[in-house]
Nanobody
Framework: QVQLVESGGGLVQAGGSLRLSCAAS????????MGWFRQAPGKEREFVAA????????YYADSVKGRFTISRDNAKSTQYLQMNSLKPGDTAVYYC???????????????WGQGTQVTVSS
């Protein structure tokens, strides 16, 4: 079992920045690829970014490429999502997830956090 706890969400104006964190406990964090997904009201949960267990490869949704950066610190069992140039369309609940391999497919992830709200005002 892996337990995931997100933090860092909040209210920010358009153009601003936020950094989300996801702290993991339980099984060895470095053995898992990690991902971020988001869900806006009335919409499906969608892929945002993923990172391999080593941090050597990262993947992004087209909608966030160039604005968001995923990273991880295996020594701290924590992954991050740096979000810059935020837009109102980025407003959603952001979820951290763990999987044996980096993927953009929601159903492939075994473990999920409870989510953190990000609200971007215009």
């Amino acid at each position: 079992q892996v337990q995931l706890v997100e933090s860092g969400g909040g209210l920010v104006q358009a153009g601003g920045s936020l950094r989300l964190s996801c702290a993991a406990s339980g099984r060895t964090f470095s053995g898992y690829a990690m991902g971020w997904f988001r869900q806006a009201p009335g919409k499906e949960r969608e892929f945002v970014a993923a990172i391999t267990w080593s941090g050597g490869y990262t993947y992004y949704a087209d909608s966030v490429k160039g604005r968001f950066t995923i990273s991880r610190d295996n020594a701290k069992s924590t992954q991050y999502l740096q979000m810059n140039s935020l837009k109102p369309g980025d407003t959603a609940v952001y979820y951290c997830a763990a999987n044996i391999r980096a993927s953009n497919i929601r159903s492939e992830y075994d473990y999920w956090g409870q989510g953190t709200q990000v609200t971007v005002s215009s």
